[in-house]
């Protein structure tokens, strides 16, 4: 069977582990119900990202591994592969990651945000490396907001690695503006159109997450290769949307026509 069902969620900003980890396990219940796969929760979920008009208290590490547990917990009693956000304290400052736990709530792995935006900068620092994770039949990789929009070369690598699914977890609002009212209207910020190229260009599936509010400025929902917005929640809703998806139809086939041979630097001209 090539069909897969998966998930995407949208949970309300959150500034403290009290309001985000219930708000994970609800949404991680909810795809279990409605029979996904695979479901991602939006950047940072826990405790919330840092770039918002609240003040983010700290939390220990202790904190943020018993909040993971909660949700590895979740992901177990739904028995959904479940991806979701939070942060870590290094050496260097305070990463930005993506956990990954399979559907017996077993930590797979994580994904670091390796490239992040300028206004993060006060709060988060990259990351390094990259990885792709198969689980519940499917082969995938993790762009996280920033990283996916501005850096394609970061998708096309994913895919390279064999990725058939692109997931997005990201956190974009419209800065007081009004929310978006359709899919990829002009008027809306740049990200869905980003979304939309990552999938055309690489021939795969692209499934995006993004905060719940009434400031939501790029969609939460599933877009197909070739660039058909195949299920989405409304914005600002908070919920989990699925779909089930042929996975035949992310071919990757646009992506290994890639020949890097073929595009490296001339000499400069004049020279």
């Not at 177990?76 to 559907?103: P, Q």
């Not at 501005?150 to 997005?168: K, M, N």
Request: charge should be negative.
């Amino acid at each position: 069977m090539s069909t897969i069902r998966i998930a995407v969620a949208s949970t309300p900003l959150t500034a403290t582990l009290d309001e985000a980890v219930p708000a994970a396990v609800a949404a991680v219940e909810e795809a279990g119900r409605l029979r996904a796969r695979i479901v991602c929760l939006q950047e940072t979920g826990l405790p919330g990202h840092r770039v918002q008009g609240r003040f983010v208290p700290e939390v220990s590490e202790d904190e943020l591994d018993d909040a993971l547990g909660e949700v590895a917990d979740a992901a177990r009693r739904a028995g959904v592969v479940t991806i979701v956000g939070t942060e870590r304290m290094t050496a260097a400052g305070r990463l930005m990651l993506s956990v990954v736990f399979d559907a017996d709530g077993n930590r797979l792995g994580e994904q670091a945000k390796t490239q992040i935006d300028p206004t993060e900068e006060p709060h988060y620092v990259p990351g390094t490396g990259r990885r792709v994770f198969t689980a519940a039949g499917v082969t995938f990789g993790i762009a996280i907001c920033h990283e996916g929009f501005r850096y394609p070369e970061i998708a096309r690598s994913l895919v390279l690695g064999g990725a058939q699914i692109i997931f997005a977890p990201h956190f974009v609002t419209t800065d007081g503006g009004p929310p978006p009212t359709r899919w990829c209207e002009s008027s809306n910020p740049y990200n869905e159109k980003a979304l939309l190229c990552r999938a055309l260009e690489n021939t795969v599936f692209v499934a995006a997450s993004n905060v719940a509010g009434p400031e939501q400025g790029s969609i939460t929902g599933i877009i197909g290769p070739d660039g058909t917005l195949v299920a989405s929640l409304e914005y600002g809703r908070v919920g989990v949307v699925a779909a089930d998806i042929d996975l035949e139809q992310a071919d990757r086939r646009l992506a290994l026509r890639w020949a890097p041979e073929r595009n490296l630097p001339a000499g400069v001209a004049g020279s």
